[in-house]
């Protein structure tokens, strides 16, 4: 699907991105990533580099987490008083999609994590600071509702 980003998103990729697998307050933790050891994926569980090698020596491009993928490894994210939260609202044409037409991305800004439903398996996409222990300050997060497809695609930012 060809999709131009929110404006009000970061023009940069996200660090992290991955489904909601539990939420403890202002602490997310996200489904990230593929196993570690998978073949084609460096052993510390980071996403391959793109053409589907690893990046050289095995190491993450520099401020990247895991990248969405199989089932994988977990990140945790800590939203504070300066994370920037958006829900996803694009509307998905399908004819447009169909024809390869550009789909432009809409996202409506909310309060807090509280404006979201958390339960259920949703997306995210983080963009923010990674301290050493690999947890994640985010400064903007990017909530989609995951939905089928008729052809089994899921349908995200």
Avoid: C, F, H
Wanted: charged share 20%; glycine share 12%.
């Amino acid at each position: 699907m060809n999709m131009t980003r929110a404006a009000e998103l970061p023009t940069s990729e996200p660090n992290v991105t991955g489904m909601i697998a539990s939420r403890n307050g202002n602490s997310i933790t996200i489904r990230s990533g593929r196993p570690q050891g998978q073949r084609g994926a460096p052993a510390d569980g980071t996403a391959p580099a793109e053409g589907g090698a690893p990046p050289e020596g095995g190491a993450p491009a520099e401020g990247t987490a895991p990248a969405a993928g199989n089932a994988g490894v977990t990140v945790e994210v800590i939203v504070d008083a300066e994370t920037k939260i958006y829900k996803d609202t694009t509307q998905i044409d399908q004819a447009a999609q169909q024809n390869g037409q550009e789909i432009q991305q809409t996202v409506e800004q909310v309060d807090s994590l509280d404006a979201l439903d958390t339960t259920k398996g949703a997306m995210l996409q983080v963009w923010g600071e990674s301290s050493t222990d690999g947890v994640w300050t985010a400064d903007v997060i990017v909530y989609s509702e995951v939905t089928g497809r008729p052809n089994g695609q899921q349908t995200t930012p």
